[in-house]
């Protein structure tokens, strides 16, 4: 495991060498050259944070339908 320092709040966070093995699975090879991909510079709970950002719970339906 390597210890890891978390960009948005600072915390130390575990990277264990399962989640380096699957990030290096996941990397692309192109012409047979392998990419490596980052690591992350995020912990897990800002990740999660980041992921669902995007979502919008609770303005389902700002304007009326226009069936009715």
Request: with cysteine; aromatic share 10%.
């Amino acid at each position: 495991m390597s210890a890891l320092t978390c960009i948005s709040c600072t915390r130390l966070f575990a990277l264990e060498e399962r989640e380096k093995e699957v990030i290096a699975k996941l990397a692309p090879v192109i012409n047979g050259v392998t990419y490596e991909l980052p690591l992350p510079d995020f912990c897990y709970e800002c990740r999660t944070k980041q992921r669902m950002a995007w979502r919008n719970d609770r303005h389902l339906y700002v304007r009326s339908c226009d069936y009715s």
